[in-house]
């Protein structure tokens, strides 16, 4: 299953390996030279098919709890200020996607989506201290009753050039289903309530929609 972001690229990436494909077996002579370059193209191909996939998650929807938006490492766990939102202290867990990772964005909770906007900005590398507040991004919070307010936000990379972010505000927030996409590499920031149980720690691999990152004491 893939997503629907990738649908368009998929097919154009298709057109042109099938294309290139064609053309290798028409013009090149060399037989090791004819076979690498096919392969080079169909290994190619398979490196897009597995960025876009979609897989189904197992998301065990429950308002007391914080799940991971998306899959990859944890690289940040502390208190922090919070100033486009919140301006006050939050604590922030930082997921890291590489370009092999799955790239849909989960909602971590359920709830009303109560603040959703997009920062234009800069392309640094996703791990930059930096990147949070300069790098192209968008800034969602959804809350509920049972967890209170998360605040999640999309950052591009160097690799990232495109952050789709489907929550608008006053909508209706389902755990664990899909709110966006980052195209080639990036990584999500959560601020949460400075009384939440954190349940991860720094280098733990996590996945999206499943991954129990906080939970109300």
């Known amino acids: 299953m893939f997503h629907k972001e990738g649908h368009k690229i998929i097919f154009v990436t298709l057109v042109i390996v099938v294309g290139a494909i064609f053309l290798i077996d028409e013009f090149a002579t060399n037989e090791w ?27 065990h929807p429950n308002e007391k709890q914080a799940l991971s938006p998306v899959d990859g490492k944890v690289v940040v766990i502390e208190e922090v200020f919070e100033k486009e939102v919140f301006n ?44 949070s507040e300069e790098n192209e991004r968008t800034t969602v919070v959804v809350e509920n009753k049972g967890f209170g307010k998360v605040l999640y936000r999309q950052i591009a990379g160097a690799l990232a050039k495109r952050i789709v972010n489907y929550a608008t505000v006053n909508s209706n927030a389902i755990q664990g289903a899909d709110s966006g996409f980052i195209k080639f590499g990036s990584r999500v920031d959560l601020f949460l309530p400075l009384d939440a149980d954190i349940k991860v720690e720094l280098n733990q691999k996590v996945r999206g929609g499943e991954s129990i990152i906080a939970e109300m004491k």
């Open 33 to 59: 030279l004819r076979k690498g370059l096919m392969l080079a193209f169909l290994i190619f191909f398979l490196l897009i098919l597995q960025f876009f996939r979609n897989p189904k998650r197992n998301t």
């Open 88 to 131: 006050d202290k939050r604590i922030q867990v930082s997921v890291f996607m590489s370009p092999i990772n799955v790239h849909v964005t989960r909602y971590p909770i359920s709830g009303n989506v109560s603040y959703s906007k997009y920062h234009p900005g800069k392309y640094l590398v996703a791990w930059h201290p930096k990147a």
